[in-house]
């Protein structure tokens, strides 16, 4: 595997990362570190039941300016807005999200509003910042979305019936606690759609165009510890060293594909959830496999590497057989760890495909596909392999 | 005979290029709406002033191509905005534009999947780009 000898890239990665069973006690400490005195914390309704912010406000104590956990599956405009409205009136300056990707987008938007003013809608385009925002500190329960150290976030905009994507380098989060015990509870059919998201992230981190060292060398290390670990989390989700091992690989995958960028699989599964409603981390597992066979002649290099990442690359195998293997066994192990394997099962009909497959060309991520993407036909044909 | 960049003359130039390639009018035939392109200054660069230039686009044709004052630059439907040099590295093609959004080199208010649904035009007006001859603030001509 070699690199172009004109190489030439920008990896950025901010985020302070705190790992350890039990590390979300240290929140409040934290938090200091980062100059906030007095923090809300954004959340869900499942998320306050299963009981999983009781720590983190435990340790905040009377520097919790309050619970904002109004947020929904798919977090919008309208929530952002009340999120970042509910900290102001209860004097907050910073923003601790204790979630999934709804909610660390939620407070993703909400750190903009809480200190730029205004609207969500007054943000429409690109790093449009120029200076840098309320902290944020995450603390994922779920290991996959990565959105914990990536600067973008996606925030639906019900009003136009489109997502707004903001994509903000001053906006990154300041600091994510990963602490194994938030993930305990996940159910398995979660753990694998999330698990899912994360290795997806990954194999697109090393074969979408802007890839590069550092993140060829976050991906597969990331690979290695999902393919190890994931379905030991399935087995039992109790095991805390797996379920560990696990986040540390969804967040490794999050720096990788923050800077190289994600392709084909992602813009399908953005498109087929948008139609359908599909999850996404669902969604990028089911279409992988495929997506990779798609891309095979233009990422043989790519995937020869993913494959020694999984151990599956035999003593004589060239590149080409290599990254061969690398599809096959992506494919096993999606059976093994029980993961959906057709839209079908997810109440996709062929009208749903049809529209996505169309939806596909339009969203970001193709344009970082390594084949080049020009045709819905192409799209379409991955869809109906995975019906 | 090179032309002084980001000049009214060097405009027109640019707008004559478009118009005059065979291939522009079929890939833009979808593409509606102006752009604007601010040029942040850079003093050691010959760029002491920010200058901003306003380009119409309009379904494979092109319209108004302006040299004009902020006010107009912000009423385009895209608003793109940079340091010269990095202005410079797009024109030559030693940068990509979608790269450089997401990577922060460059700025833009506007809808970022219309601009990804029409990369082929995007690609396209900054290939014709390159060929206009130019003089840069910065060039020892």
């Known amino acids: 595997m070699g690199y172009d000898s004109d190489l030439s890239f920008n990896y950025f990665g901010p985020t302070k990362i705190v790992f350890g069973t039990n590390a979300v006690r240290e929140a409040e400490i934290e938090m200091s570190s980062l100059g ?155 753990t694998a759609g999330t698990g899912m998201d994360a290795m997806t992230h990954a194999v697109e981190a090393v074969h979408c165009i802007p890839h590069e060292p550092l993140t060829d060398g976050l991906a597969l290390h990331a690979i290695r510890l999902l393919y190890r670990y994931l379905p030991l989390c399935i087995e039992n989700g109790s095991d805390l060293h797996a379920r560990g091992q696990v986040q540390i690989a969804a967040t490794m995958a999050g720096w990788a594909f923050g800077n190289a960028m994600v392709g084909i699989v992602h813009a399908m599964a953005h498109s087929i959830g948008a139609v359908a409603h599909v999850p996404h981390g669902i969604a990028n597992g089911i279409l992988l496999p495929d997506c990779m066979e798609f891309n095979l002649e233009d990422a043989v290099d790519g995937y020869a590497m993913v494959a020694e990442a999984m151990g599956v690359r035999e003593k004589g195998m060239d590149d080409t057989d290599a990254a061969r293997a690398a599809i096959g066994a992506m494919r096993e192990f999606t059976r093994k760890i029980g993961h959906p394997q057709k839209f079908s099962e997810m109440g996709v009909s062929g009208q749903d495909i049809e529209k996505a497959a169309e939806l596909s060309l339009s969203d970001g991520s193709i344009v970082n596909n390594p084949r080049i993407v020009m045709d819905s036909a192409e799209v379409l044909g991955i869809f109906q392999k995975n019906l | 005979m090179p032309i002084k960049a980001m000049t009214q003359e060097w405009m027109d130039a640019y707008k004559a290029a478009i118009q005059a390639d065979p291939e522009y009018k079929g890939i833009a035939k979808d593409w509606e709406g102006s752009v604007s392109l601010v040029v942040n200054p850079e003093p050691a660069r010959n760029v002491p002033d920010p200058i901003y230039l306003f380009m119409d686009y309009w379904h494979g044709d092109v319209g108004d191509f302006v040299v004009c004052d902020k006010a107009k630059a912000d009423s385009a439907k895209f608003v793109m905005t940079g340091d010269y040099a990095r202005w410079k590295q797009v024109a030559y093609k030693e940068l990509d534009a979608t790269k450089a959004l997401l990577q922060g080199k460059l700025k833009m208010r506007g809808d970022l999947p219309y601009v990804v649904r029409n990369i082929k035009t995007v690609n396209k007006v900054i290939d014709i780009l390159g060929r206009v001859d130019t003089l840069w603030p910065d060039d020892n001509k």
Do not use: W, Y
């Open chain 1, 36 to 190: 906030g005195t007095r923090a809300v914390v954004v959340t869900d309704p499942g998320i306050i039941k299963a009981g999983l912010v009781n720590d983190v406000t435990a340790s905040l104590g009377s520097r919790c300016a309050g619970v904002f956990s109004d947020v929904p599956q798919d977090t919008g405009v309208e929530v952002v807005n009340a999120g970042a409205e509910f900290a102001r009136e209860n004097g907050a300056d910073i923003v601790i999200s204790v979630g999934g990707g709804s909610v660390i987008d939620t407070a993703k938007g909400m750190c903009i509003l809480m200190t730029e003013g205004g609207t969500l809608r007054d943000f429409n385009g690109v790093q449009l910042l120029s200076r840098p925002q309320t902290p944020h500190m995450v603390i994922p329960t779920t290991a996959g979305t990565g959105s914990e150290v990536t600067n973008a976030a996606v925030i639906m905009d019900r009003e136009i019936g489109q997502k707004r994507l903001l994509v903000e380098n001053f906006n990154v989060p300041r600091m994510a606690i990963l602490d194994p015990k938030m993930t305990e509870k996940l159910p398995p059919l979660l």
